[in-house]
């Protein structure tokens, strides 16, 4: 979310601009610092929509959103028409199509097995660094996550949660109270009310994602209630069994892994979050849905630039497009020759007669690269920079890897990735000593929970040897995390790998100090280390 709103060809945003500034402003008066985020826009209008929704305290209004998103579908990119070519940085031209056509660009290459890509990890053909691209997309996300240095939101979020278990509007977003009228805002920071809210999916419902994400990547189980989700959620696990996680493992995840580390052993440096912890991830979410090795690091791009709706909606929209059309080919190839990889495993899944549509396995893999590649960098990220800044602790884990499980989970407690999550009330509900209105909206601050005073002793520190509680950082109830266990998986074999094959692995004393940065996402953008 940019500072600077941005106005897509109207030169009128000066008005936006400066009801911006005053929401910059009466954050700063609260906290004393400057807030490096704001609201997203697309144009003019739009900017005058949400600033208005902003002043009214109900920023994340269904109806709002819905209002600037059908202005937003005057766009190329939302319309059916074509999109702008673009290039990826292999130097092939390629065409995006807009959601809403069937035509499909045969030009655009065919996607490849699983068999084959572990192929292209097992003969070393993959190629690992990212593109300046994808850094730029990166980088352009951060920045509009409202990434400023090394600020954190948690001692803002330890004032909330001292107060009160759930307050009034949205107070890290600089919005401290409801208007009279309208939809109410409320947040939820401590570790019960934010396990309270998830628990009961039945009043604290995710039908608020169908306004928000729905436009980006088509129906998915995220705005789904029971007992649709229940049957569509038992579809997608389809292709999380564990009979193929553990041949993922072994054929895919380590693979890839082991030669990754390996191509930097020599070196005796590298900047472990640039040259392990971004790329990986993607690319083995990339293999098990079939992309081609020519296109992953274009569609690292667009994954990120799709994540990234809140700063650039237009952009989002582009790329959201492009994926798209792109998943029509490889679908329409596995529904013709059924191929060993997770697209044609939810192609063919059936659950009492219930199938997947076209559209449902489109918006899985838009939400999957996207999701979950950003969240197992960040993790990964963040639990290698509490180790090195924590050598007893990184010594203690090279020496007995049985206590690596309990580091991952103290990882992404001590770091959530990814901080919060809305639900909109289905009822009337007295919540935590707050009359909260039915249709309201809710946030639920996981980073917030996961520091509470109550439940854990001494939470700003990182300690692997802690007493292991389990925390939220995955959510909970219905709507946990269904990609979890790969996560988890991916985690074991990055650590594993780098303490096995990197002695001596520490911090770069030449490099500038490593620190952790994001108000809503949240890692350490570099992780500068040597090795003997």
């Given at each position: 979310?940019?500072?600077?709103?941005?106005?897509?060809?109207?030169?009128?945003?000066?008005?936006?601009?400066?009801?911006?500034?005053?929401?910059?402003?009466?954050?700063?008066?609260?906290?004393?610092?400057?807030?490096?985020?704001?609201?997203?826009?697309?144009?003019?209008?739009?900017?005058?929509?949400?600033?208005?929704?902003?002043?009214?305290?109900?920023?994340?209004?269904?109806?709002?959103?819905?209002?600037?998103?059908?202005?937003?579908?005057?766009?190329?990119?939302?319309?059916?028409?074509?999109?702008?070519?673009?290039?990826?940085e292999t130097g092939r031209a390629e065409r995006g199509w807009a959601p809403g056509t069937s035509s499909h660009d045969n030009s655009m290459p065919k996607a490849s097995t699983l068999t084959s890509s572990i192929a292209s990890v097992r003969n070393n053909r993959m190629t690992d660094e990212l593109t300046q691209g994808?850094?730029?997309?990166?980088?352009?996300?951060d920045a509009g996550m409202g990434a400023d240095g090394d600020a954190s939101p948690y001692p803002m979020l330890n004032e909330l949660r001292a107060t009160a278990p759930v307050h009034h509007g949205w107070p890290e977003m600089g919005i401290f109270e409801n208007p009279e009228e309208g939809q109410q805002i409320f947040s939820a920071y401590t570790f019960d009310a934010v396990k309270a809210v998830f628990t009961d999916n039945k009043t604290f419902s995710?039908?608020?994602?169908?306004?928000?994400?729905?436009?980006?990547?088509?129906?998915?189980?995220?705005?789904?209630?029971?007992?649709?989700?229940?049957?569509?959620?038992?579809?997608?696990?389809?292709?999380?069994?564990?009979?193929?996680?553990?041949?993922?493992?072994?054929?895919?995840?380590?693979?890839?892994?082991?030669?990754?580390?390996?191509?930097?052993?020599?070196?005796?440096?590298?900047?472990?979050?640039?040259?392990?912890?971004?790329?990986?991830?993607?690319?083995?979410?990339?293999?098990?849905?079939?992309?081609?090795?020519?296109?992953?690091?274009?569609?690292?791009?667009?994954?990120?630039?799709?994540?990234?709706?809140?700063?650039?909606?237009?952009?989002?929209?582009?790329?959201?497009?492009?994926?798209?059309?792109?998943?029509?080919?490889?679908?329409?190839?596995?529904?013709?020759?059924?191929?060993?990889?997770?697209?044609?495993?939810?192609?063919?899944?059936?659950?009492?007669?219930?199938?997947?549509?076209?559209?449902?396995?489109?918006?899985?893999?838009?939400?999957?690269?996207?999701?979950?590649?950003?969240?197992?960098?960040?993790?990964?990220?963040?639990?290698?920079?509490?180790?090195?800044?924590?050598?007893?602790?990184?010594?203690?884990?090279?020496?007995?890897?049985?206590?690596?499980?309990?580091?991952?989970?103290?990882?992404?407690?001590?770091?959530?990735?990814?901080?919060?999550?809305?639900?909109?009330?289905?009822?009337?509900?007295?919540?935590?000593?707050?009359?909260?209105?039915?249709?309201?909206?809710?946030?639920?601050?996981?980073?917030?929970?996961?520091?509470?005073?109550?439940?854990?002793?001494?939470?700003?520190?990182?300690?692997?040897?802690?007493?292991?509680?389990?925390?939220?950082?995955?959510?909970?109830?219905?709507?946990?995390?269904?990609?979890?266990?790969?996560?988890?998986?991916?985690?074991?074999?990055?650590?594993?790998?780098?303490?096995?094959?990197?002695?001596?692995?520490?911090?770069?004393?030449?490099?500038?100090?490593?620190?952790?940065?994001?108000?809503?996402?949240?890692?350490?953008?570099?992780?500068?280390?040597?090795?003997?």
């Open positions: 979310m940019s500072t600077k709103l941005v106005d897509a060809g109207v030169d009128q945003y000066d008005e936006a601009n400066k009801v911006g500034q005053e929401f910059l402003d009466r954050y700063q008066d609260r906290y004393g610092r400057r807030r490096a985020s704001c609201v997203p826009v697309v144009n003019y209008d739009v900017a005058r929509t949400l600033l208005q929704a902003l002043t009214d305290a109900h920023p994340l209004s269904p109806r709002g959103v819905k209002e600037a998103l059908e202005r937003v579908k005057m766009s190329p990119a939302a319309s059916g028409r074509r999109v702008r070519e673009f290039r990826s994808v850094k730029d997309a990166q980088a352009k996300f995710t039908r608020c994602y169908e306004a928000i994400v729905r436009p980006l990547q088509g129906p998915t189980i995220l705005e789904m209630q029971e007992p649709e989700h229940q049957v569509y959620r038992r579809l997608h696990e389809f292709a999380f069994a564990r009979s193929s996680m553990r041949r993922w493992e072994a054929e895919l995840v380590r693979p890839l892994v082991e030669r990754t580390v390996e191509r930097l052993r020599d070196a005796k440096r590298a900047d472990l979050v640039e040259e392990v912890f971004m790329p990986i991830p993607v690319r083995v979410i990339a293999a098990l849905i079939g992309l081609p090795e020519s296109d992953i690091p274009e569609f690292h791009r667009l994954a990120i630039q799709l994540l990234g709706f809140q700063a650039d909606m237009d952009t989002a929209l582009k790329a959201s497009a492009q994926l798209r059309e792109y998943f029509v080919g490889i679908l329409a190839d596995r529904r013709r020759e059924p191929r060993d990889d997770m697209v044609t495993v939810l192609a063919g899944a059936d659950v009492d007669g219930v199938r997947m549509s076209d559209e449902q396995i489109y918006g899985f893999m838009r939400n999957l690269l996207p999701a979950g590649a950003e969240t197992t960098s960040r993790s990964t990220a963040s639990l290698a920079f509490g180790l090195l800044t924590h050598p007893a602790q990184l010594a203690a884990l090279v020496a007995d890897r049985g206590l690596l499980p309990q580091a991952i989970e103290e990882g992404i407690r001590w770091e959530t990735p990814l901080l919060n999550f809305m639900r909109q009330t289905t009822r009337d509900v007295e919540f935590h000593g707050v009359a909260i209105p039915e249709d309201s909206m809710v946030s639920v601050n996981l980073g917030s929970a996961n520091h509470d005073e109550a439940r854990w002793d001494d939470p700003e520190r990182f300690d692997i040897f802690r007493e292991r509680k389990p925390h939220i950082g995955f959510g909970h109830g219905a709507h946990v995390c269904i990609g979890m266990h790969l996560a988890r998986l991916e985690s074991t074999l990055f650590f594993n790998t780098l303490f096995d094959r990197l002695p001596g692995l520490r911090l770069d004393p030449d490099a500038p100090p490593p620190y952790v940065a994001g108000m809503h996402f949240r890692s350490p953008p570099h992780l500068n280390v040597v090795w003997d």
